[in-house]
């Protein structure tokens, strides 16, 4: 964990997420809502291509989420 906390630390400094946050907030926040999906087996398609597809979608949202809570202080 420390070294995801170290990670945003270094994200926040660069000006790639909100410098105003604890990192540990945002891992838990970040954690949580990739857990969410967890906590909904029923909604993963069993196997295969659908699955995979749905997987690459749920991480696009979650980076969505996770750059509007926090968005970047500095342009790239």
Avoid at 10 to 27: F, K, M, T, Y
């Amino acid at each position: 964990m420390a070294h995801k906390v170290e990670q945003l630390r270094q994200a926040q400094e660069a000006g790639r997420l909100d410098a105003h946050w604890d990192p540990v907030d945002i891992l838990v926040f970040v954690h949580q809502i990739a857990t969410a999906w967890a906590a909904q087996p029923d909604l993963l398609p069993p196997s295969g291509e659908d699955r995979a597809t749905f997987l690459t979608a749920r991480r696009a949202a979650i980076i969505t989420a996770v750059e509007r809570l926090f968005p970047a202080t500095t342009k790239n």
